[in-house]
């Protein structure tokens, strides 16, 4: 599962990670730009996610 953090942007760095887990015959759940820290955790939950990669450019996405 990835996702970019609130506020951020920038997605080349999630996207370079994306295509690098797929070509390696990983499934990945894009969960897109602007997420907060419990959608990217209650999607990870639902989809029972064996990891979860984050990005973020600024570093204080997460208001909560």
């Known amino acids: 599962m990835i996702a970019s953090s609130l506020f951020d942007g920038h997605d080349a760095a999630i996207n370079i990670m994306r295509r690098i887990l797929q070509s390696q015959g990983a499934e990945v759940i894009h969960l897109g730009h602007n997420r907060l820290v ?8 639902e989809e029972d996610a064996q990891g979860v ?3 973020s450019v600024c570093g204080s996405g997460s208001p909560e």
Do not use: N
């Open 53 to 55: 990669a984050i990005s």
């Open 38 to 45: 419990k959608e990217v955790v209650d999607a990870a939950l």
